[in-house]
């Protein structure tokens, strides 16, 4: 069973910090997605990798960075977290062969 | 990327009765559409998914077709039941073929 861990389920950051959000996926997917969910709008694509190191830009990938350092593991960095980025964020793998699967998400609260 | 248009944006059934939720894509090069439900404080889940080379699929009470010409889709549950009460959002594939892209989701609801 595909496993994808979101290190925190609730998060509260101040504004102005830099905040990391961390994903781990079991399954050697070779891509990884980071999705924002808010009321009314659905889940908006960030970022997403499909290799290690490489990066594409999603539909909403303003005030966020990633990282993809080793294939299991893709951070969502906020460089300066504003109130705007208070949010559900999920991370999300999926292989060739395997649909995608999501992580339980992070709560973010910016105050 | 793929423009995915989902409607209605909530939906309440008797138990029993059926529902249908749709969604239009923008990208006739899409071939790959996936349903996914989300129960509350839950991450979504894929319950059905369905190819462009196929028309329909059933699987017990939920099914989804396809029509490639009008460029829509749908989502039928039948003999609903209360524990499919959740939020539901339909997916297409973006131009990168890698990511999806989903619709604003419908919320089901389905009284007893």
């Known amino acids: 069973d595909v496993k994808v861990t979101q290190s925190s389920r609730y998060l509260v950051k101040r504004t102005g910090e830099k905040v990391f959000l961390e994903c781990v996926q079991d399954?050697?997917?070779?891509?990884m997605f980071w999705y924002r969910q808010d009321p009314g709008l659905g889940l908006r694509l960030i970022y997403f990798?499909?290799?290690?190191?490489?990066?594409e830009k999603g539909d909403i990938p303003e005030g966020y960075s990633v990282s993809r350092e080793k294939k299991e593991r893709f951070s969502l960095i906020l460089e300066s977290a504003s109130t705007n980025q208070t949010s559900m964020y999920l991370c999300?793998?999926?292989?060739?062969?395997?649909?995608?699967?999501f992580g339980n998400g992070t709560r973010l609260t910016v105050t | 990327g793929e423009n995915v248009e989902q409607h209605p944006s909530t939906l309440s059934v008797q138990e029993g009765d059926s529902a249908v939720i749709k969604c239009t894509y923008s990208?006739?090069?899409?071939?790959?559409f996936p349903w996914y439900k989300q129960e509350l404080g839950k991450r979504p889940q894929l319950i059905i998914d369905?190819?462009?080379?196929?028309g329909e699929k059933k699987d017990q009470r939920i099914a989804v077709t396809l029509n490639k010409t009008a460029k829509h889709f749908s989502l039928h549950i039948t003999e609903t039941q209360p524990e499919d009460s959740a939020v539901y959002f339909c997916?297409?594939?973006?131009?990168?073929?890698?990511?999806?892209?989903f619709g604003k989701g419908t919320s089901l609801l389905v009284t007893p």
């Open positions: 999300a793998s999926s292989g060739a062969n395997s649909p995608l699967h």
């Open positions: 399954m050697d997917h070779e891509n």
């Open positions: 990798s499909y290799d290690v190191k490489m990066k």
């Open positions: 990208d006739s090069a899409s071939n790959y």
């Open positions: 369905i190819r462009s080379n196929v």
């Open positions: 997916a297409g594939h973006s131009n990168s073929g890698y990511a999806l892209n």
